[in-house]
């Protein structure tokens, strides 16, 4: 892990990114800083005129909290930038710097209070498709949630089923798949624990295939 001397700490909590620098390689960072700056404030990325496909994310440390932007793009998900952060003790907004991200981007279940996961359970909720079966509603939502179905297998199961299958790969950028699979995808972690890395990157890419 990355640990951040205090003017890079300074210097990446300026660009709406330093709830980043310890979780992330500094050349990833470097990107991100990029990608993050030129966008406006109050919009989406957009990609030959297409809203690029976004995740949202509530994060904390022990002085501050925020929301993260993630757009997927070239087959990954990357933090694209994050909102004003509020110290949790005074409730008052950084005003150090500006470049963060509109609170309005935000979705309202976080906004108000909510959690992925009750969204996610929404989702779950009118998942009717059949059981081990790819869906495009799935597919175009990549996979946040998969299905009730591939969510309720063990590893055991799990690993039986991924040897059956073919699915273009998915990556992920700046988390282990490990992560990505159990706070982005609704994964269970006493149900996939024992999956190779190998079997954690086809099942995140079967999640995004629709499955």
């Excluded at 509603?137 to 059956?164: D, F, Q, V």
Aim: charged share 25%; aromatic share 10%.
């Amino acid at each position: 892990m990355l640990r951040s001397t205090r003017r890079k700490f300074a210097f990446y909590f300026g660009l709406g990114l330093f709830s980043l620098s310890e979780r992330l390689q500094a050349n990833v960072l470097d990107d991100l800083a990029a990608a993050s700056m030129p966008a406006s404030q109050t919009s989406k990325p957009i990609a030959n005129g297409i809203e690029r496909p976004e995740h949202w994310t509530a994060s904390e440390n022990s002085d501050w909290s925020w929301f993260e932007r993630e757009n997927f793009f070239d087959g990954r998900w990357s933090v694209t930038g994050i909102t004003t952060p509020i110290n949790r003790l005074t409730g008052e907004r950084y005003a150090g710097a500006t470049g963060y991200l509109s609170d309005d981007l935000v979705p309202e279940e976080l906004r108000a209070g909510g959690t992925m996961e009750s969204a996610t359970e929404a989702l779950f909720a009118v998942d009717g498709d059949e059981d081990g079966q790819p869906s495009a509603e799935r597919r175009s939502r990549h996979g946040r949630p998969p299905s009730k179905w591939l969510r309720k297998l063990n590893a055991t199961e799990l690993r039986i089923w991924l040897k059956r299958i073919k699915v273009p790969e998915a990556g992920v950028n700046g988390m282990t798949y490990w992560t990505h699979l159990t706070r982005d995808h609704s994964f269970d972690e006493v149900l996939i624990d024992g999956l190779t890395e190998d079997e954690q990157a086809k099942l995140h890419a079967a999640a995004h295939f629709g499955y």
